[in-house]
């Protein structure tokens, strides 16, 4: 079953701008992880934030949790061309080990 | 400290021919994790072993897909026939530990998979 939907699919935005991705869930979890994929290469994990927590930070991005609207947000802010990227959230869920991820989020950075 | 190794990078076969991958995790990590990432789509997962054992193969395709992890360490994973809804990049990942609590995943680079 789908989990981790992330909201916008596509963004585009110019340098120095911030961005915000959004990802829903429908479980209980125990945390929620944020990867993020540059073309054609492997995920690379950004953050981890636990059910018990409400807000994370990590350099420019400010992950926040709101486990009564089962919902999770990305922020990076003061973007850079080098943030171009696909951001994956992933759902790691109560009933079992695995991680669920989402769809995505294409971002564009233009310069 | 060195990465998950994956190999080859490429893959072009012809449908019903079969295919392997090879990943080696980061050193000392105990679990292994095999995706399948289909274009525009995020990674689902194939299997998940922790140590030589398998925690979760629920969404592998047995009749075609089938995978090892001998004495814990590298992984193969294989497929036999291949179709044409196959092509995919296959990721390896692993994570320090395991257990019911998910950890931070460490991604190799993938193999692309192309059938033709």
């Known amino acids: 079953s789908q989990q981790g939907e992330e909201d916008p699919q596509a963004l585009s935005i110019q340098e120095g701008e911030n961005a915000t991705m959004n990802c829903s869930y429908k479980t209980s979890i125990n945390n929620l992880q944020w990867y993020r994929q540059n073309s054609g290469r492997g995920l690379v994990h950004l953050i981890l934030?636990?059910?018990?927590?409400r807000e994370k930070h990590s350099g420019r991005l400010r992950v926040t949790l709101d486990t009564s609207k089962k919902s999770s947000s990305l922020l990076i802010t003061a973007s850079r061309a080098a943030d171009t990227a696909s951001y994956f959230c992933a759902v790691g869920e109560t009933s079992g080990s695995r991680l669920t991820f989402g769809e995505g989020t294409q971002l564009t950075v233009n310069p | 400290e060195a990465g998950v190794a994956q190999s080859p990078r490429y893959k072009i076969i012809e449908k019903r021919q079969s295919v392997a991958f090879w990943c080696n995790p980061i050193?000392?990590?105990?679990?292994l994790y095999w995706y399948q990432q289909i274009l525009g789509q995020g990674p689902k997962l194939l299997i998940q072993?922790?140590?030589?054992?398998?925690?979760?193969d629920s969404q592998l395709p047995k009749d075609r897909f089938s995978a090892e992890r001998l004495k814990g360490v590298d992984s193969t994973l294989k497929i036999q026939p291949a179709k044409l809804e196959d092509s995919a990049v296959y990721l390896c990942?692993?994570?320090?530990?395991?257990?019911?609590?998910?950890?931070?995943?460490?991604f190799g680079p993938g193999t692309r998979l192309l059938v033709l």
């Open positions: 050193s000392g990590h105990a679990t």
């Open positions: 934030i636990r059910s018990n927590e």
């Open positions: 990942a692993s994570s320090p530990n395991g257990g019911p609590i998910q950890e931070t995943q460490y």
């Open positions: 072993f922790q140590n030589n054992g398998v925690v979760d």
